[in-house]
């Protein structure tokens, strides 16, 4: 059985060539992922190396992190305005402190440069989801159905960003600053015929 790459190791697959699968990377990564089943050493000079069927199959996986994706008896971000939302406490919590710390590792595996400050491909795909696990990670309560205070993230027209809104101004200020900490680049706004304040978030780039 193939054992499962490190991060690291994961960002040397991700990086090989689309076409030929030839890798580039350390000799010591190189060589781990020959021992994983995952790589081979070309017996010709210069002998690089290349994927395997098995490293070609990792590559093309998505990255399992089906602990922030929704789904039943999965975990699922709080957006606010739910009409069954789940239970608090300190089971909730764990759940949401893992299921940030499994997003950070996504980020870490997918994004080219291994980074953890900016957003990664499957919260650009999901960005409802993922502005929410931001802010409720960082502790700020979502809205409880109905009118209740509370933030609400909702998905937007522009394709790229998400709206967050909250009834008391301090406190959408706050999720501006966890966004922004989080790798999103949020402006607020007023809503012309309500005059209700919101955050536009889209997640950065570079």
């Known amino acids: 059985m193939t054992r499962p790459a490190t991060p690291a190791q994961r960002r040397v697959i991700d990086a090989a060539d689309p076409v030929t699968g030839r890798l580039k990377g350390t000799e010591a990564q190189l060589a781990a992922l020959v021992k994983r089943g995952l790589a081979f050493r070309h017996p010709r000079a210069p002998h690089d190396h290349f994927l395997t069927p098995a490293g070609h199959r990792l590559r093309e996986e ?20 739910e009409e069954e939302p789940p239970e608090a406490g300190p089971a909730r919590s764990r759940e949401v402190h893992s299921a940030w710390q499994g997003l950070l590792e996504l980020r870490r595996m997918t994004n080219p440069d291994g980074a953890t400050d900016r ?4 919260e650009r795909g999901n960005l409802v989801r993922a502005a929410a696990l931001a802010l409720e990670a ?5 809205a409880d159905g109905g009118e209740g205070d509370g933030y609400r993230v909702r998905a937007t027209p522009q394709p790229d960003a998400v709206a967050v809104t909250v009834t008391d101004l ?11 900490a989080a790798g999103w680049q949020p402006g607020e706004y007023t809503e012309p015929r309500t005059r209700v304040r919101y955050l536009l978030a889209s997640p950065r780039r570079v």
């Open 62 to 81: 998505p990255v399992a992190t089906v602990t922030v994706e929704g789904g039943a008896g999965v975990f699922s971000a709080r957006v606010g305005g």
């Open 119 to 122: 957003p990664c491909g499957w």
């Open 138 to 142: 960082a502790g700020h309560r979502p």
């Open 170 to 180: 301090e406190a959408l200020r706050a999720c501006a600053a966890t966004l922004e």
